[in-house]
């Protein structure tokens, strides 16, 4: 089936730095890709689309200056964590769609010191 | 708006009981999708199953059965025969039409004890 990869798994980054965290469709072109967060213990909330040559649309309630997406090709979404803080310690994952079918990659684990 | 809830946050069983994980979904799309995911402690989603709206037949595979009644707008999970393997948390999720994101659940950590 198709593979959505995400990278990196894990990273852990000093307070005030950005992170980028890469996904990718490796055999289907995905117009669309998303970005969950979740925190320990809860569920995946949304948090943005990524739209493929145009700009994201993020759910209420989250920074697009801090969380900012790069949808350039068909295949590559990332997320950038800008200036990032301890409370955006979490786990990030992305989602493309195929069809009626929903792929995720493997998550990445944030950790910020 | 739509929304899934899974009213049960953590469910504990002995080995070989059977279990059910309960989902219940609200959406106004006349099409939609139902998924549920098991997401072990490593954090990666594994896919269990996938139902569109129009088809309420249950399946079956293997120890795993779910039960989709849009009369209740309910899609449920059984584990029969349960292992200690299927210690985890699930998800239910929804998502409206082809291609649009997935809505999840809050998640039933299942600990399944020896």
């Known amino acids: 089936g198709a593979v959505v990869s995400q990278h990196p798994s894990w990273v852990i980054c000093k307070s005030g730095t950005s992170v980028k965290i890469e996904c990718r469709s490796l055999?289907?072109?995905?117009?669309?890709m998303f970005w969950y967060r979740q925190f320990p213990k809860q569920s995946l909330m949304l948090m943005a689309t990524s739209n493929e040559g145009s700009k994201a649309t993020y759910e209420q309630g989250v920074e697009k200056d801090k969380f900012l997406i790069n949808h350039a090709s068909l295949t590559l979404s990332t997320l950038t964590v800008t200036s990032a803080h301890p409370e955006d310690s979490s786990f990030y994952i992305c989602?493309?769609?195929?069809?009626?079918?929903?792929?995720f990659g493997q998550g990445t684990r944030l950790t910020v010191v | 708006a739509q929304k899934v809830t899974q009213a049960q946050t953590e469910i504990s069983v002995v080995e070989k009981e059977d279990v059910t994980l309960d989902c219940v979904y609200e959406t106004r799309d006349t099409t939609y999708y139902l998924f549920w995911y098991k997401q072990p402690p490593s954090g990666e989603l594994v896919f269990l199953i996938r139902r569109n709206s129009f088809d309420e037949q249950n399946e079956i595979s293997g120890r795993y059965s779910w039960n989709f009644q849009k009369s209740t707008s309910s899609f449920n999970f059984t584990i029969t025969a349960s292992q200690v393997v299927d210690s985890a948390v699930y998800f239910c999720a929804l998502s409206g039409g082809q291609g649009g994101k997935l809505i999840f659940g809050q998640g039933t950590e299942l600990s399944v004890k020896p």
């Open positions: 055999d289907f072109q995905a117009t669309t």
């Open positions: 989602s493309a769609r195929m069809n009626t079918e929903a792929f």
